[in-house]
């Protein structure tokens, strides 16, 4: 029997979930300590008369290093080996598929393990540490003077983008005053022992920012970063477990760290971060080393770690992490009441009533009785949950998913080439008293493509098919609500081409629009949105 031919559109608006509630997931709530009235003044106790007495016991520790091996997983490297970051993003550059550009910089990232491996081996699994010898192998990603100039250059905010903390005698603290971080008070806390923490580089860095908004292609997942700046013989922060998985890179001087197994089963992989744990609650470490400039040090959500400085040098290191509620469970958040709400539209067995007696043997006060009703109480409600399975959105649920992803995510740094051949490049401007070369000429001979892989996704909410897209997302962590543009029935398809032809450029005309004059008004929509380029920059008509 031949296929009936479904347009995109309709198969858009069949993968509706529909009045799908929000899942709100518990979390731990950390109270934070009681800052005092006058937070400018850092605590005396951390002065630089104690460093030394905190180093000499720092590296009493570091040379009784105990390691299990099975658990973790430790690479020497004795060459120097290696491209230096600037050459690598300039190669990067030059990478027409955006996707092989993350797996590029992800591969230089864990080099010299590879990518495969690492998500086989280690992925969510144990920690790798990688020693390269190689103090400029992140050379260009961050610097402390490059923190500087933006703390003297840009509106950095204490509580917002940065936190001034200390870690002594098991008391954390943050000492962050209120207002703008200026030089003068950031250098002062830290001379007197301080850590400070930028929670949004990639905000003020555009080295951060590139290198992140490559990344989080090859995660699918955003990427995010953390700069911490250590002076010499202090810790920052107490012993915890994060809610992503982490990537420490050691850019400057170096860092004692521990890393601890999950407490238990239930911590392992955790959906939140834990709270500050006392030495006693946490066991012995697994892994214990010192980083040094060029190292990286990766562990999944869930192993406890703590780091803290030498006498003999200070610290900068930058964390990239990901998925953060990135997992099956975050999935199936969105899955399962949509799947309970369509099955009690279409399923009687979900409509009917209880049993007019269920509150006499079922509930807690009644687990422990020997009943047989409780036993085909439970027998029912095994059933339905597997039939439940049957009515499970699980295509509508991921769009669901991916619609939170882009809104996480950072815009792409566009190339010298992406930007000549976008928007970004139109010769439109100000001169002589008059706006000039306001059109340009989109034809059904111009060759086009998406900007990069996963800049945009088709999506519905039932009444109409919507395109979210990351182009014009904020370097700060959701400063801007989603962005979305409605696409036309006639360009459901057309669009959808585009998607699944990248890397390809692909004629205008080619689009798979009945009309001519419906290929060109997509083709203009989406090069005004910033989510197409174009083969050769166009040319003013």
């Known amino acids: 029997m031949e296929k009936k031919h479904v347009s995109a559109f309709a198969l858009y608006q069949n993968a509706l979930l529909t009045s799908t509630p929000e899942v709100k997931t518990s979390s731990v709530k950390i109270t934070a300590k009681k800052r005092k009235e006058n937070g400018i003044q850092p605590p005396k106790s951390i002065k630089k008369t104690k460093r030394k007495q905190m180093g000499k016991q720092v590296i009493k520790a570091a040379q009784r290093e105990e390691r299990v091996e099975s658990l973790t997983e430790e690479v020497q490297c004795g060459e120097r080996s290696g491209v230096a970051l600037d050459a690598l993003l300039s190669g990067l550059a030059k990478v027409s598929n955006s996707r092989v550009r993350a797996s590029k910089l992800f591969q230089w990232l864990i080099h010299p393990i590879s990518s ?5 081996d280690a992925w969510e699994k144990k920690p790798v540490l990688i020693k390269r010898q ?5 050379t260009g990603l961050f610097s402390t003077a490059e923190f500087d100039r933006i703390l003297r250059r840009d509106d ?8 001034v903390t200390s870690y002594r005698n098991g008391k954390r603290e943050t000492h962050n005053p209120p207002g703008r971080a200026l030089p003068y008070t950031v250098w002062d806390f830290y001379e007197s022992g301080c850590s400070l923490r930028m ?6 860095s555009s080295t951060v920012w590139n290198v992140l908004s490559i990344l989080q292609e090859h995660f699918g997942s955003m990427a995010g970063a953390n700069m911490y700046l250590t002076p010499p013989g202090t810790q920052g ?9 982490a990537f420490v890179v050691q850019l400057e001087g170096k860092k004692h760290w521990r890393v601890y197994n999950p407490r238990s089963k239930n911590e392992v992989l955790p959906v939140v971060s834990s709270p500050n744990f006392s030495h006693s609650e946490i066991g012995k470490p697994i892994l214990e080393v010192v980083l040094e400039a060029g190292d990286l040090l990766y562990f999944p959500r869930g192993f406890i770690h703590q780091g803290d400085c030498l006498s003999d ?9 990901s998925y953060q509620r990135n997992s099956w469970g975050n999935l199936l958040a ?4 949509a799947a309970l709400e369509m099955a009690m539209e279409e399923d009687v067995d979900f409509r009917r009533g209880l049993p007019v007696d269920y509150l006499t043997y079922m509930g807690v006060q009644n687990s422990d009785k020997e009943d047989p009703r409780r036993a085909q109480f439970l027998s029912r409600i095994e059933g339905l949950m597997k039939k439940l399975s049957n009515f499970a959105p699980v295509d509508a649920a991921v769009d669901q998913k991916a619609r939170d992803y882009l809104h996480d995510c950072l815009p792409p740094m566009l190339t010298a080439e992406e930007r000549a051949s976008s928007v970004q490049g139109a010769p439109s401007r100000w001169e002589n008293g008059e706006a000039v070369d306001m059109g340009v000429a989109i034809s059904g001979q111009i060759r086009v493509r998406l900007i990069r892989s996963g800049i945009a996704r088709l999506c519905s909410d039932g009444e109409a098919i919507w395109l979210y897209y990351t182009a014009d997302n904020s370097r700060v962590y959701h400063k801007e609500e989603p962005k979305s543009v409605e696409i036309k029935p006639e360009h459901t398809n057309a669009m959808e081409f585009l998607i699944h032809a990248y890397p390809k450029f692909v004629t205008v005309g080619r689009l798979p629009c009945k009309l001519a004059e419906d290929k060109v008004s997509l083709a203009e929509l989406l090069f005004k949105r910033g989510l197409i380029h174009t083969a050769e920059p166009l040319q003013q008509s």
């Open 199 to 204: 929670l949004n580089p990639q905000a003020f």
């Open 334 to 337: 969105k899955v399962v009441p």
């Open 116 to 120: 495969k491996s690492f998500f086989s």
């Open 156 to 163: 950095v905010q204490y509580g917002v983008n940065l936190d």
């Open 134 to 138: 190689n103090p400029d192998y992140y």
């Open 313 to 321: 040098a200070h610290s900068l290191h930058i964390t990239v992490s």
């Open 237 to 245: 922060f107490a012993p915890h477990y994060d809610d992503i998985e």
